[in-house]
Each structure stands twice: as C-alpha cells, then as structure tokens.
C-alpha cells in the first residue's frame, strides 16, 4: 500500500488508496490489449462473496456515488460494480492481491 510521511492513514485511506491503485494496474495493463478483454470474465456460479467492500464518494455536485468491490473465498477473482458509465468488471487478482483483500484483518498495518 502507499504510504507517505505525513500523519498515518486511517484505515479508510488505505483501503481507498488500495482499490485506486488495483484498478489504475488493472486498467493499463489492459490498454495494450482488446478494450478490456480481461475485465470482462464471468463470476462462476457457485462462487461465494468473502468481503465486500464499499468505496461511496460525494461528488462536486452532492450526489453520493457507491462503488462495490467483491471478493470471492473459492475463486481469485474480484468483481466491482457502481463505476459511473461501466458495467460490472471482474478480473483475477495477483496472489499478493487476493492475500491483502482477503484477510484485510492481518494486512490493516500496510
């Protein structure tokens, strides 16, 4: 996670920080490729949501906008939906990824 040497980030930052850079990486190691192909998999039917996480922005404009992020305990997937003018993604996560999303507890120092 990023850190700096101002005064710690609450556990909210962090967790903001985290899914802003995990989409910025996700979305430019797809530029080179088919306009998001590896966004776009399928959630298996049979997967069970381990954490859900919920990122809600007010806007310029007073409007709350609510991004959901969930991750899966039997599959490495996560999927996210509420990004204004997206459907939902859904993509597989790094081994270092699915580690920190999905024990959150054991990685809230970082």
Same mark, same amino acid.
């Given at each position: 996670? !990023?850190?700096?040497?101002? $005064?710690? %980030?609450?556990? %909210?930052?962090? @967790?903001? @920080? &985290? &899914? $802003?850079?995990?989409?910025?990486?996700?979305?430019? $190691?797809?530029?080179?490729?088919?306009? #998001?192909?590896?966004?776009? %998999? /399928?959630?298996?039917?049979?997967?069970? *949501?381990?954490? *859900?996480?919920? @990122? =809600?922005?007010?806007?310029?404009?007073?409007?709350? =906008? *609510?991004?959901? #992020? #969930?991750?899966? /305990?039997?599959?490495?997937?996560?999927?996210? =939906?509420? @990004?204004?003018?997206?459907?939902?993604? *859904?993509? /597989? !996560?790094?081994? /270092?990824? !699915?580690?920190?999303?999905?024990?959150?507890?054991?990685? %809230?120092?970082?």
């Amino acid at each position: 996670m !990023l850190m700096s040497n101002r $005064s710690p %980030r609450s556990q %909210r930052e962090k @967790i903001s @920080i &985290f &899914f $802003s850079t995990l989409l910025a990486n996700i979305v430019a $190691s797809d530029a080179d490729k088919d306009a #998001f192909a590896g966004l776009t %998999r /399928e959630v298996p039917e049979d997967a069970r *949501t381990k954490y *859900t996480y919920e @990122i =809600t922005h007010l806007r310029a404009d007073g409007k709350e =906008t *609510t991004v959901k #992020f #969930f991750v899966y /305990e039997n599959y490495p997937y996560v999927m996210s =939906t509420g @990004i204004p003018l997206l459907a939902p993604l *859904t993509w /597989e !996560l790094s081994k /270092e990824e !699915l580690a920190v999303l999905g024990d959150p507890l054991a990685h %809230r120092s970082q």
